[in-house]
């Protein structure tokens, strides 16, 4: 079965607004995990991390949030602006080669 | 910043035609990856390759596929007889070491007609 999934396909926010991105895994031994953005036309780009010893990670604008109780994870952008607007994924690392394995991405529209 | 940088950006090929798609990893990494993207689904995992050798393949890269790094820089990945649902984006992705999140390029979009 599938390991790591996203509730919301997708989110459409106004500008200025927080985002919040919802992600559900279901390997209890999963360690680590990272969001990706992917805009039209370019692969996967790194967002931030988490490391399964952590509850909350914080970069620019955006907070990770791990709870390892009901296998949850989300990403919150803050003040949200247009160049946002892109899939988002979320992934597991999984393995001694470091497989990725991807969300099904939520879509997040920011309307100016 | 350094770059995954992958050729063609697009590739349109008949069935049953061998592809070659090519990618040029970040100098100093030492894993890499190729997934791809069938439109509108999630990334897929197809093989992991390490110390010169495939060190992780799906279910997905059979027979038909085939990775090679031929010199120093480059990562290639071989379909040898392409079929219609071979079309997708094919992402190549290099890390400079294992357990975190690596980099990857912008994609080959390979269309088989």
């Known amino acids: 079965g599938e390991s790591v999934g996203l509730h919301l396909p997708t989110l459409s926010v106004q500008e200025g607004d927080n985002s919040i991105i919802n992600c559900a895994y279901s390997n209890s031994a999963s360690d680590y995990f990272i969001w990706y953005k992917q805009e039209s036309g370019k692969g996967p780009q790194f967002i931030i991390d988490i490391r399964s010893n952590m509850d909350k990670r914080q970069g620019q604008r955006v907070t990770v949030l791990l709870n390892k109780t009901v296998k949850h994870l989300s990403l919150q952008i803050a003040a949200t602006q247009p160049g946002d607007s892109a899939v988002y994924f979320c992934a597991e690392l999984l393995g001694s080669n470091y497989k990725l394995t991807f969300g099904k991405g939520t879509l997040l529209t920011v309307n100016p | 910043e350094p770059e995954v940088t992958q050729t063609p950006s697009h590739q349109v090929t008949q069935m049953g035609q061998e592809v070659i798609l090519r990618c040029v990893p970040i100098?100093?990494?030492?894993?890499f990856y190729w997934y791809r993207q069938i439109l509108g689904q999630k990334v897929e995992f197809l093989v992991s390759?390490?110390?010169?050798?495939?060190?992780?393949k799906s279910e997905i890269f059979d027979d038909q596929f085939s990775v090679e790094r031929p010199d120093g820089s480059n990562f290639t990945l071989k379909i040898r007889s392409t079929k219609l649902e071979d079309s997708a984006m094919y992402f190549c992705?290099?890390?400079?070491?294992?357990?975190?999140?690596?980099?990857f390029g912008s994609g080959t979009r390979l269309t088989v007609v």
């Open positions: 992705a290099s890390g400079e070491t294992g357990g975190y999140g690596y980099t």
């Open positions: 390759f390490y110390n010169n050798e495939i060190s992780e």
């Open positions: 100098s100093n990494h030492l894993y």
